[in-house]
């Protein structure tokens, strides 16, 4: 906080105020003339940042702010020859307008500590064999860059050899995982093994890390529904409290025969007390301390009013590859002819799905020379991918095919069954596993335990979708689920006034995402799912999702709190004014130690942790899956 004060040019103003306040309290027994000119100087500090403020915003915006009612409070107060109560009220102020600002900045050092863990520079091996250093963002695709031993990795890229890699930073796993030639790295991520090289494959601003970097950045400028009503509520606010002010002071001299100087005074009390600051500051620092808990969690949301939403949710939709399994599949059989294998292969290797990954990290030593590269590869949302005539997906996708090898036979078996055929005939299969993500059981009792209804849509078959969901203890489960199927669920929900949100990976969920109350991606899946969603799980763990949820609870909570609080305070003030029983140093304070108080109020959301997410690994159950 020190730090923050004497580095900040609005800190080191207040300091100045507060030593020229200081030194009229400090002379105002002995010599008037410089106490009156310290407690001036004192004021033009203290004051400067909040005139700046109420000039440039009431004309910018058209609108008066709260900054205005306290500049004209002072300068009323220095009118009649209250300097020190004029100082004292814009040095309150002041501090607490370095509060908000402190805790704002605070609240954002999440996007910081994010673009530290990317480095600034990076070692590109160019043609003659030199090593050249250049900056991160001047890299091009297709650059080789060169990471040694325990350096970080600059940027995306695809590795040239098998590779140890550290991918904590990103998911939360502490356990290094090996990469294989032509896997992708990520920038942030820290290299554990031998050296290596990266073919670049992003540029600097396209990463993983980049991304998230805005969309904190983006967040934390989009506000709450109750910090837009109180936006668009303030300028309506000032505006009757200077009609107000000019008024009473009418009365007081009217009707209770107050002389000018003492209803002036009571005027300027008033002007005080009935600005909402407090109001002003209850939603905001608490919204962005939230926001940023959340990313330093993983947990990444697109702005105030998604956090604010998510504890209002009454059914959570989730998919299930990728979600609440790992999507890391592994071939168990197959029954492919060798160059019908090739063709599938290649056609996987332009699929984003991580059932395609699968199948081409299993026959990665196949030779692909052969291969038609030509012909060009169309992805099927929700499907599977077609080549020509050659088309690999889900089993439904071939409903109207003929089977005379029966492969048919084996989803009858809780089994993953990728199908590949021609235009008429199923021509081969290849069955997959994939395993549920530890932390997923834990987090959906945790939802249904508060409410929350969670239901599992999935593109499986029967027999699978009934074995996650009984896993998982998961009530309600649909098979067999297309895109459009699951906005279908979700509309359905909303029509009957709940609010629903909907957790998914891929391509085909995106449309979901998009519709659902709220959306939520996980970080690992495709870019088109993240653009579409309100909230991200970078780390992947279901259980942070739950601990995002009760602090969107703590939020709310805390909000109401500020806001009951804040309206208290300037009602009880106000109508102390009006019996007359209070000055300006005792409205000054109570009212400006209001809005400090708010402040911290909603800084203790930066610390709020839930012990229980520590504790939730849960045996890993081996599961069938196929394209969903």
């Not at 009156?36 to 004021?43: E, F, P, Q």
């Not at 991520?189 to 290596?196: H, R, S, Y």
């Not at 530890?438 to 009792?445: E, F, L, N, V």
Request: aromatic share 8%; charged share 20%.
């Amino acid at each position: 906080m020190k730090d923050y004060i004497l580095h900040n040019r609005q800190g080191q103003f207040v300091v100045i105020g507060t030593i020229f306040l200081l030194l009229g309290f400090a002379t105002a027994n002995f010599n008037d003339v410089l106490s009156t000119g310290a407690y001036y100087i004192s004021m033009f500090f203290l004051g400067f940042y909040a005139a700046k403020n109420a000039v440039v915003e009431t004309i910018n915006e058209k609108s008066p702010n709260v900054d205005l009612l306290m500049i004209l409070a002072a300068l009323g107060a220095a009118l009649i020859q209250y300097e020190s109560e004029g100082a004292a009220l814009l040095f309150v102020f002041a501090v607490a307008e370095v509060l908000e600002d402190y805790a704002t900045n605070k609240s954002t050092a999440a996007i910081s500590e994010l673009m530290a863990q990317v480095p600034e520079k990076a070692k590109v091996l160019q043609a003659n064999g030199e090593v050249v250093e250049v900056l991160t963002d001047d890299l091009q695709k297709e650059d080789v860059v060169v990471v040694a031993r325990g350096e970080q990795i600059p940027i995306d890229g695809y590795v040239d050899r098998h590779v140890l890699v550290n991918e904590s930073a990103l998911t939360g796993e502490s356990i290094p995982v090996s990469k294989d030639i032509d896997e992708e790295v990520f920038a942030g991520t820290i290299n554990e093994g031998n050296a290596f090289h990266i073919r670049v494959s992003k540029l600097a601003s396209e990463t993983v890390f980049s991304n998230i970097i805005r969309m904190v950045e983006e967040a934390q400028n989009r506000p709450s529904k109750i910090s837009k009503f109180i936006d668009r509520i303030e300028s309506k606010y000032v505006i009757s409290v200077l009609i107000a002010v000019p008024i009473f002071i009418f009365i007081l001299m009217q009707f209770q025969g107050y002389t000018f100087d003492i209803a002036f005074y009571r005027g300027m009390v008033l002007l005080t007390v009935a600005s909402p600051c407090a109001l002003v500051a209850s939603a905001t620092p608490a919204t962005l301390a939230a926001i940023s808990n959340a990313a330093k969690n993983g947990i990444l949301f697109k702005g105030g009013a998604a956090m604010e939403a998510l504890s209002t949710m009454d059914t959570l939709y989730t998919d299930k590859t990728g979600t609440l399994t790992y999507g890391d599949f592994q071939v168990v059989s197959y029954q492919v002819d060798d160059a019908l294998l090739k063709e599938v292969v290649y056609m996987e290797q332009q699929s984003s799905h991580p059932i395609g990954g699968a199948i081409v990290q299993a026959f990665k030593d196949i030779d692909l020379t052969r291969v038609d590269h030509s012909e060009a590869v169309e992805e099927i949302a929700g499907k599977g991918v077609k080549k020509g005539a050659t088309t690999v997906g889900k089993p439904s996708a071939f409903d109207t095919h003929t089977d005379p090898q029966n492969f048919r036979s084996l989803l009858h078996a809780a089994n993953t069954t990728v199908f590949v055929g021609d235009d008429h005939e199923i021509l081969g299969y290849i069955s997959l596993a994939d395993q549920v993500r530890p932390q997923s059981a834990y987090a959906i009792q945790a939802f249904q335990n508060d409410g929350v209804d969670v239901v599992l849509l999935t593109g499986d078959n029967e027999a699978v979708a009934k074995e996650v969901a009984g896993a998982l203890h998961i009530d309600h489960y649909k098979a067999g689920m297309l895109p459009e199927d699951k906005i279908a669920f979700v509309l359905e929900s909303q029509d009957k006034d709940q609010v629903a949100g909907m957790i998914g990976d891929g391509i085909n969920d995106a449309p979901a995402l998009a519709n659902a109350d709220i959306g939520i991606a996980m970080g690992s899946g495709a870019s088109v799912a993240m653009e579409s969603s309100d909230i991200v799980i970078v780390k992947n763990n279901l259980a942070k999702l739950y601990f995002s949820y009760e602090l969107s609870k703590k939020l709310n909570q805390l909000i109401l709190q500020n806001v009951i609080f804040a309206v208290g305070v300037i009602i009880t003030l106000v109508l102390l004014n009006l019996f007359g029983v209070l000055g300006l140093p005792l409205a000054v304070l109570c009212h400006e130690g209001s809005t400090i108080l708010v402040i911290l109020n909603g800084l203790r959301l930066l610390y709020y942790k839930d012990a229980n997410i520590e504790n939730t690994e849960a045996p890993v159950t081996v599961v069938q899956a196929e394209l969903n």
